[in-house]
Each structure stands twice: as C-alpha cells, then as structure tokens.
C-alpha cells in the first residue's frame, strides 16, 4: 500500500473517530488510529490479491468506513446502529438476535 494510501487511511479515521461517537447502548467502542491502519491495510491487500473479494466486518464500522471507497465495494458491515442504512454496505444485524437464514452473496 503506498504512503498516499496510508495518510488517505488516517485522515478517514480520524474524520470517523471524530464525526461518530461511540455508543455504549449498542457496545460500540471504536479500535484506535494504530489498529485501523493495520487492519485497513490488510482488509485492501486482501481485496487487491484476491479474484472475487468479499470481506465481512462484523460490528466494526470504524474500519469499514476508514476503507478506500473502492475497497469498501468489496465488503459489508454488518452493524445494529441504523445510522449507516443508507450506504450499499450496511447490513442490519444484532449479534444478540442472529436471523435464521445465513448472509448470502
């Protein structure tokens, strides 16, 4: 990943961290800056080596949306927090409450 793309990374999570806050009602707790990076940057060389990438990010929206608009292509976030049910990647899910039928895609 080129330096461009890291200080892209950072600059997404930071405008995360600051814009979102988290909500304890709903166990939200957001990974450091350090953390996002390093998962960030594993999650986009995952979906630029890999064919046909589908990358799952099960109640992590903060790296979801610290990823590159077209790395995100590749993912979903499955979240309980409807604040994010407009974007194409959202997928309601409340772990406490799983649906029967298994995610398909």
Same mark, same amino acid.
């Given at each position: 990943?080129?330096?461009a793309?890291?200080s892209?990374?950072?600059k997404?999570?930071?405008?995360?961290?600051?814009?979102?806050?988290?909500r304890?009602d *709903?166990?939200q707790?957001?990974?450091s800056r350090?953390?996002?990076?390093?998962? #960030?940057k594993i $999650?986009?060389?995952?979906? !630029?080596?890999v064919?046909?990438?589908?990358?799952?990010?099960?109640?992590c929206p903060? *790296?979801?949306?610290?990823?590159e608009p077209e790395?995100?292509?590749s993912?979903? #976030?499955?979240? $309980?927090d409807?604040q994010? !049910?407009?974007?194409p990647g959202?997928?309601?899910?409340?772990?406490?409450?799983p649906?029967?039928?298994?995610?398909?895609?």
């Amino acid at each position: 990943m080129s330096s461009a793309s890291t200080s892209s990374s950072t600059k997404k999570d930071e405008d995360f961290i600051k814009s979102t806050k988290e909500r304890a009602d *709903l166990n939200q707790y957001w990974f450091s800056r350090n953390t996002i990076d390093v998962f #960030v940057k594993i $999650i986009s060389c995952h979906v !630029e080596k890999v064919e046909k990438p589908k990358v799952a990010l099960v109640s992590c929206p903060s *790296l979801y949306f610290s990823l590159e608009p077209e790395v995100r292509k590749s993912c979903i #976030v499955l979240d $309980i927090d409807k604040q994010w !049910e407009e974007d194409p990647g959202f997928v309601y899910y409340d772990f406490n409450d799983p649906p029967e039928q298994q995610l398909s895609g």
